[in-house]
């Protein structure tokens, strides 16, 4: 606790709360906010019932104090949400300091915010041009409030505090066209969360903590191209405290933490929050406060807050992984209920202000005094995330990808699974005399023995994320995942064979385990399972026939590459070695890794983006940009093989030995003496897999910087193209992970 003694203007302990007082700004405050949701239920223009829910949070944080002037710097931010319970859509608006990029510009530098090297140096990119990312949005106008009443002006969103004790609150977003404008008058007395309103703060520190659980609300919500006439119930939070001397600012978040507030359909409200290190897992604090209906309190320490049963919703945007069904049990009150997510996808996104948090309306029912209850509550659950790094980041794609893969080709499968997994469903000719374990295990095992392993799946993320970047909804795009996923697995295993490969994702390649023939077929058939997929999708019917004339491009553009691939370029290198013409064989290979590596990728970014919305210029742009990462991607693993990967996943040498002309090599022959010309090569036609001659190749390569000049050339042609990109997307969460990810790519060891 930072704290030794409260402040003055904090309310004095075992006095009743003044509202007239304690509703303003805390001079002593560093931290402020007042926060609201509300249960509401109306009419809109058509005369068609509606049910929404919303939240709003107005913060106050003080960034530093004058040293000469002593007066304090403050920043503000918004953050609010309509929670659309009949279309179950979430509308997230983040509203943030003209300060923001200055300010993130400091967290980034402090190692604030973001933790991975590779995100943190894209964030810094857009902040340094003095934006910030979406979904965080700067204000247009000028932000404020008064010191003298509640009266606080964020660029025209407003909360105010009326003559007659109520409370207006008003938030717009034109360009979005959503907004809410609510009166609420409170219908019972303010009550203390913690010690007596003393709380635990997201940093340590000491605050102090009041609410009011009980109001009537009545006003409009405005939501697209809809006035809704609303009225219910209303939660009011206030919380100040993070009181710290001179100009300090606190340090870094180290909790996490899970919050509910449950109002009873019967009329009593409760509250509870559990706030844990983010690391260890370790207790920093929980209370739960119950309220009777003539506001009569009742606290406990002694409760749990749990996740029930395995219902978890991953975010496509942020890949994070929220539990939406809680049990909340005290036995001292006689408590024990259970509250489930209206609906799962009430994630909301920022970048500079926090992490990513889920906020959203629940159902509630259980057991209270004996008696059977029902309810409506909002959850906050924030800090509990794992994705700190880009490795982190992509074992959760892969985790993603795996599921969607289950779902398309499941190990257990019904009768219209089976259907449609070897024709379509509803017609049963086709599985007619067909043994559906066999069919598993000469079909399918093999394909799930490969993907089920993981992979990087960066191909599966270029989907998703190219629908996000254009402003899609990447979520609608969760059954893709295994589109690229079953492509790239196929292309494998048959690569595979023709390359003789013995490993793959660390195991044995599946030609090893289920025989070269079954491994060739069942390969194959991946890329017609992955249709499925696009078959199965709910999209436009000229779109989704756009998206089969894409599939089929790549998937004959890929193979186009892996005949040039096989074919080899044996044919050129009498007059490579003799004749020096190794900018032509460099060419010759840059044209297999286009067709193999690029090709794929770059269907895949179009179809993303055009599954979410973008214009011709901004897919053509994630095309190309893709295609530019496709090619360095090979480039890069071109040079690692070279250098050896970690791990154990391939042999070092492993092209050399299987005689095969790569980038860098193909590098090396534009640059080499015709004697060290001809030595490399007859290396290379041996074959050998004596690790002296191997090692002599890579010295030769090594001579001419040929696999550096590789890389080099890797990373100047993706900066190319992300040049291009650049301006043509808006910055964002996701445009950053995929800045990130370029510079990642090129940098790996394996």
């Not at 949070?57 to 002037?69: A, G, P, Q, W, Y």
Request: hydrophobic residues 40%; neutral net charge.
């Amino acid at each position: 606790m930072l704290l030794k003694k409260p402040p003055k203007d904090w309310p004095a302990e075992g006095k009743r709360l003044d509202l007239e007082k304690h509703d303003l700004p805390h001079r002593s405050s560093s931290t402020e906010w007042w926060y609201m949701h509300a249960h509401l239920e109306g009419k809109n223009g058509k005369g068609e019932p509606r049910k929404l829910a919303m939240f709003a949070s107005f913060f106050l944080r003080l960034l530093e104090v004058d040293t000469k002037t002593g007066l304090p710097n403050y920043a503000y931010s918004l953050t609010w949400a309509i929670s659309d319970l009949d279309n179950k859509t979430y509308h997230p608006i983040s509203l943030v300091d003209k300060q923001a990029p200055k300010i993130g510009l400091e967290r980034l530098k402090e190692g604030d915010v973001v933790r991975d090297p590779y995100l943190k140096k894209a964030a810094l990119e857009v902040v340094k041009r003095g934006k910030v990312p979406f979904p965080d949005e700067m204000f247009s106008g000028e932000a404020g409030l008064s010191w003298e009443a509640l009266d606080i002006n964020y660029d025209g969103n407003r909360f105010t505090k009326e003559d007659d004790a109520s409370y207006t609150l008003y938030c717009n977003h034109s360009g979005k066209q959503q907004g809410i404008q609510l009166n609420f008058t409170p219908r019972c007395a303010p009550c203390l969360h913690g010690d007596k309103g003393v709380v635990a703060g997201v940093k340590s520190e000491d605050m102090f903590y009041y609410f009011i659980p009980k109001n009537d609300a009545q006003g409009k919500v405005f939501l697209q191209d809809e006035v809704i006439e609303v009225e219910g119930s209303l939660w009011y939070d206030h919380e100040f405290g993070c009181y710290i001397e001179g100009n300090k600012r606190p340090s870094k978040a180290d909790v996490g933490w899970n919050w509910i507030a449950i109002q009873f359909d019967h009329g009593e409200q409760v509250t509870a929050y559990d706030l844990r290190n983010d690391k260890t897992g370790a207790s920093k604090g929980a209370y739960l406060i119950a309220v009777d209906k003539e506001g009569n309190q009742q606290s406990s320490n002694d409760f749990s807050l749990t996740p029930k049963n395995n219902k978890r919703w991953t975010s496509l945007r942020t890949f994070n992984e929220y539990p939406t069904h809680w049990k909340l049990d005290c036995e001292a009150l006689d408590l024990k209920v259970e509250a489930s997510a209206v609906f799962e996808a009430q994630e909301f996104g920022t970048v500079l202000s926090k992490p990513a948090f889920w906020e959203g309306r629940l159902d509630v029912k259980g057991q209270w005094k004996g008696k059977e209850v029902t309810g409506k509550a909002y959850f906050e659950r924030s800090g509990f995330h794992k994705n700190e790094t880009l490795q982190d980041f992509f074992k959760a794609v892969s985790k993603e990808t795996l599921k969607s893969v289950q779902y398309i080709i499941p190990k257990a499968m019904d009768t219209e699974k089976f259907q449609e997994l070897v024709a379509v469903k509803g017609n049963t000719l086709w599985t007619q005399g067909i043994q559906r374990d066999i069919f598993y295990e000469a079909l399918i095992k093999p394909i799930r023995t490969i993907t089920d392993r993981g992979g990087k799946s960066w191909r599966s993320y270029a989907t998703v994320a190219c629908s996000d970047i254009v402003g899609g909804n990447a979520q609608l795009a969760k059954d893709w995942l295994a589109l690229p996923e079953l492509m790239h697995v196929g292309s494998l295993m048959v690569d595979d064979v023709q390359d003789k490969s013995a490993l793959r994702r660390g195991g044995p390649a599946a030609h090893h385990m289920f025989g070269e023939a079954i491994a060739i077929n069942s390969g194959s058939a991946a890329y017609f399972l992955g249709q499925i997929c696009v078959y199965i999708a709910d999209i436009d019917p000229e779109l989704k026939l756009d998206v089969y004339h894409l599939y089929f491009e790549a998937l004959r553009a890929a193979h186009t590459g892996q005949a040039m691939d096989l074919y080899g370029l044996d044919y050129l290198m009498d007059d490579v070695v003799e004749h020096g013409k190794g900018k032509l064989l460099v060419q010759r290979v840059k044209a297999i890794h286009r067709l193999k590596s690029a090709a794929p990728a770059s269907y895949l970014a179009r179809i993303g983006a055009m599954l979410g919305g973008g214009s011709k210029e901004q897919i053509e742009g994630l095309a190309n940009y893709f295609a530019a990462l496709g090619i360095s991607f090979q480039i890069i693993d071109d040079t690692l093989n070279l250098k050896g990967f970690k791990d154990g996943l391939k042999t070092k040498g492993e092209d050399i030995t299987a005689g095969k002309v790569t980038y860098p090599m193909a590098r090396a022959f534009s640059m080499l003496s015709k004697r060290d010309r001809r030595e490399l090569y007859s290396i290379m036609q041996s074959k050998t897999e004596d690790i002296k001659l191997i090692g002599r190749a890579i010295e030769l390569l090594d001579s001419c910087q040929a696999i550096d000049l590789a890389e080099k050339e890797a990373r100047s042609s993706l900066e190319a193209a992300w040049r291009t990109l650049d301006p043509l997307v808006e910055d964002s969460m996701v445009k950053i992970n995929l800045r990130a990810f370029s510079w990642y790519v090129l940098d790996r060891t394996y």
